[in-house]
């Protein structure tokens, strides 16, 4: 929807609908688009600080479930050095020996043995040595809730079964589904750039974490071994004392395999040994408990804002003065809830009402601070539907601008509730309804005196209802207003116009009309309708008075902000 940006004065003259109106600039100075864009989302956010909260508290409480009822997983860590040996021929002298370099190692060669320690072989030995086949805590899981859903619908379908599987497969399935739930908890990496590598396994318990690790790295120690073994057998000569120490060492690895201890025996034929057996942890591992609610936290917080930020894109209500300048590029006043509800506490405003006061003088300096304009000018306040509070601003604006002397006419013109009739005016004997109805043109306005500089204009005479046929656009009444032109200013209580077509009658003859709105309720489609309403009319709209529900701290805050 696209609006022509305009601001009346209400000193303009009348017979010009269009003089005087100065162009409002959305993107000039102070109005920057996306420091207005931001500041719209900030407030949305502090609007929906407790939902926000609440958000994330439950993806908090989210976190803490999860690491209550999820199964610790414990650590243990072994590092394996890498230490390469002078290999000599059978046979060789001492001399040989003497001569001998020792071989180096490369990152390639180091980062190779990484995967000889979680190779399947070396894994395979350590798993059929302990039978873990027969451990339920290697064993296939069963199926998930999504899981058994799918196979559900799975079976719906009209798709071959598979064939089924003979005892044989059965048992080579779950024996390999074991195996690789046990692989996968095995991790090795080389530290930084040493030739040091460290063998971790996560376990169910401390015993069996630290158990299985020493086994993963006795087997390779074990490996490492049999390799030298095999290269010494295929010498020509072959020693009867090389054979038993071979056969000692393969026979400690073995038993560092069963029982997961690291002894003390050395393995001077393998190039490798182990510098740190693993230790049975002390705390689990897993799950994470600070950093699973860390994370809980942060997603609650981003995906609640996430969320507040995709409704606010989606809000059409109104949530502030500069989001009505920007939409309409019409002048907004925000006036704060007031507690009093009678007349006459507006001169003289307790201190839980100052906000409330405040936002009247501003809006009383607008309409009425032009020189002389205070003496020829008549407007109307009309709400987009009941309820916003339009009668006691209308009410509360006339008493203040009566105390500064000025002699003003309050006039409740909304026939069908009249609100300030029944509070100023209960015993009238005639009302706005008579000029409605009749078709003179020479009778003035009944005025009920309230005091020596304000007077009130009843809608309709006490004990009577308007007539349905009563309209505010007759002649009798344009002449009445007339007659009060170049004499005192006139403020209007215009009916709704979701419940009568009275303010567009009556607009064209106003200096120009005031649209009262909800904050935080009414809708922005809802102005665009009633500024379309009045326009159609050739009424001029002089700006948008927002009616804060807020408490009076929170306006305080607010009137600041949009001054």
Known sequence: MNYTPFFVRPDDPHDDARAGREPIDPGGPGHDLETTLIGDLIAAIRRRA???????????????????????????????????????????????????????????QAESQVQVIQSARNLRYVFDTLGLDTDPAYAEKPPGFLRRTLDRLLALLPLPAPPPLTPEEKAMRAREIAFQNFSDRV???????????????????????????NA???????????????????????????????QAQRKAADEAVATGVITDFQFPDSDARIVGAALRPLVAAYPQTKLILLLGAFFGLVSG?????????????????????????????????????????????????????????????VLFSSEGASRSVSIGFVACRKGTGCSTLSAHLARLVSASGDRVVLVDADLREPELTRRFAPQATAGLEDFALSCGTDADLPEVPLDASLSFVPAVAAGRTAHPDAFLGTQALRAALARFGGKRPLVLDLPPLDASADAQAIGPMLTGIVLVAHLDRTKLDELADA????????????????????????AWRRIRASA
């Open 50 to 108: 407790v939902p926000l909260a609440l958000w994330v508290l439950v993806c908090t409480a989210a976190g803490v479930a999860y690491v209550l009822i999820a199964d610790p997983e414990f650590r243990a860590a072994a590092q394996i050095a890498l230490e390469p040996r002078v290999r000599l021929p059978p046979g060789a002298d001492a001399a040989a020996a003497a001569a001998a370099t020792a071989p180096t190692l490369d990152s390639a």
């Open 187 to 213: 991790q090795v990496k080389r530290l930084g750039q040493s030739y040091v590598l460290e063998v971790s396994f996560r376990g169910l318990t401390p015993q069996d974490t630290a158990r299985l690790t």
């Open 216 to 246: 993963i790295a006795a087997a390779y120690i074990r490996d490492q071994v049999l390799v030298r073994a095999a290269s010494d057998q295929r010498g020509t000569e072959f020693l009867q004392g090389r054979i038993a120490l071979i």
């Open 305 to 365: 804002v996430g969320g507040i930020a995709v409704l606010h894109s989606f809000d059409r209500t109104v949530r502030s003065p500069a989001q009505i300048r920007r939409v309409f590029g019409l002048e907004c006043f925000l006036v704060p809830r007031f507690k009093g509800g009678r007349l006459m506490e507006t001169a003289t405003p307790k201190r839980r009402d100052a906000a409330f006061a405040l936002a009247l003088s501003q809006l009383r300096t």
């Open 531 to 554: 500024i379309r309403a009045l326009g159609s009319t050739h009424c001029r709209v002089l700006g948008i008075v927002l009616n804060d529900p807020a408490q009076s701290r929170t």
